[in-house]
């Protein structure tokens, strides 16, 4: 946990004051009505902006004053990247996602976030777990981006999940994160549906407890069970080198409206394609 503790905390830098009926779920305000706090680190996704994605690494951080070096390290692996089924080794792992998954048909939202940078959906991690090298890993929430940020043989998908594992001793240096692209669709996606109209249109700096709220969490992800995988970073501020990637190469739908929705809220929300270091081992596994 302690080695992106800091990342999630990074992740509610823009806060908006909002009335209290959001705080409700019954009556959201038009995020265009948000006031933004000017209070801790700020960042964004908007290309040469003084706070966007190329000057990251030179944002200071609230917590102890000093930049996010890792956002503009070389040495490390940095994500997204853009994956090609073609490039990649066909190698066998002992990690597979058909049987080393165990999330439940009725999991349990905890809480829900907008932090203003993206929309996050919290669960106890002792529910569903993730085995991966033979150690354990409990689901502690997903979040969204789109468009996507990760790329499959050059398609940018217009909206990515990421559901982040974390160990719950703390001692693994890193998270296991399973991306899942979503295609536009006519039809709403009926789990997203579940939680999309509770999320607030303003950035809160604290989650909100929800109840009566489950999810079937197999449902989100493809029968497919074809994955990428290499090690990378957070792909937002510390972007530190802490993420086991698993990228899912078969999408699931999501309806334009929910889409659209969700870029109503935080805005475009990927971090721009990252370059692949020489070493960085990018490996395919069709079950």
């Known amino acids: ?14 806060i908006c004051a909002c009335s209290s009926d959001a705080e409700t779920h019954d009556d959201h305000a038009d995020a265009a ?14 290309a040469g902006d003084p706070l966007g994605p190329s000057h990251w690494g030179e944002i200071a951080s609230a917590q102890d004053a000093s930049v996010y070096p890792d ?29 080393e998954l165990a999330w439940s048909t009725a999991a349990t939202v905890q809480n829900l976030r907008n932090d203003g940078h993206t929309w996050i ?21 997903f979040h969204v981006h789109a468009p996507s940020e990760h790329t499959l043989d050059g398609k940018e998908y217009p909206l ?19 991306a899942v692209m979503f295609e536009e669709s006519e039809n709403d996606n009926p789990e997203l549906a579940k939680i999309w109209p ?17 999810l079937d969490l197999p449902r989100l992800l493809p029968e497919g069970r074809t994955y990428m995988t290499y090690d990378g970073s957070l792909t937002t501020p510390p972007c530190s080198f802490t993420v086991r ?19 109503d809220a935080v805005g ?8 692949i270091l020489a070493g960085t081992q990018v490996s395919i596994h069709r079950p």
Not at 34 to 46: A, E, K, Q
Request: proline share 6%; aromatic share 8%.
């Open 33 to 46: 009505t948000c006031v933004t706090v000017r209070g801790g680190p700020l960042w964004n996704y908007s």
């Open 268 to 275: 475009r929300n990927n971090r721009p394609i990252q370059p």
């Open 160 to 178: 990515e999940a990421h559901f982040v594992h974390l160990d719950a001793s703390g001692t693994q240096p890193f998270a296991a994160v399973i």
């Open 1 to 14: 946990m302690k080695y992106i503790a800091g990342a999630l905390a990074a992740l509610g830098a823009m």
């Open 245 to 263: 990637f698993f990228v899912l190469l078969e999408p699931l739908k999501a309806s334009k409206a929910q889409i659209r929705q969700l870029q």
């Open 198 to 214: 509770k999320f607030d249109r303003c950035a809160q700096e604290a989650p909100s407890s929800v109840t009566g709220v489950t």
């Open 71 to 99: 956002c503009a390290n070389e040495s490390q692996q940095q994500s997204p990247i853009a994956m090609a089924r073609s490039g990649a080794g066909v190698v066998a792992r002992p990690f597979q996602l058909g049987s």
């Open 121 to 141: 959906a919290g669960f106890d991690p002792a529910q569903n777990q993730l085995r991966v090298d033979g150690t354990d890993y409990g689901l502690a929430q």
